[in-house]
C-alpha cells in the first residue's frame, strides 16, 4: 500500500501544483488537465532539484515531506519553468 499512496499522493500534489503555477502565469496556456498533472509533477521535482542546488533537502525533502510550505513554494516555482520551457517548446505564446 505504501508505492500505491505515494503515487496517488504524487498524482494529486501535481495536479495542485499545476494548476496553481497556471493561474501564476500570465496569460492563455492552452493545455488539458493531464498535460498540467504532469508539468506539476515534472515541476514539484525541477523545484527540489533547484532546493537542493541552493541548500535545501532537495528532492528527498519533497520526497518526505510533500505537503510543507517551502516544498510547495519551490514545486510551483519549479512548475512555473517547467511549463515557461513547455510553452516555448511547443510553439505557443504564452502572452494574453
Not at 498533472?37 to 510533500?66: D, K, R
Amino acid at each position: 500500500m505504501g508505492i500505491l499512496w505515494a503515487i496517488i499522493s504524487w498524482i494529486i500534489i501535481g495536479a495542485i501544483i499545476g494548476l496553481v503555477a497556471r493561474a501564476l502565469m500570465p496569460g492563455k496556456q492552452a493545455m488539458g488537465l493531464g498535460s498540467t498533472i504532469i508539468l506539476g509533477i515534472i515541476g514539484a521535482i525541477v523545484g527540489g532539484f533547484l532546493g537542493g542546488l541552493f541548500g535545501g533537502a532537495g528532492i528527498s525533502g519533497i520526497m518526505s515531506n510533500p505537503w510543507s510550505i517551502g516544498t510547495i513554494v519551490l514545486a510551483v516555482i519549479g512548475a512555473i519553468i517547467v511549463m515557461v520551457v513547455y510553452g516555448l517548446v511547443a510553439g505557443r505564446s504564452n502572452r494574453a
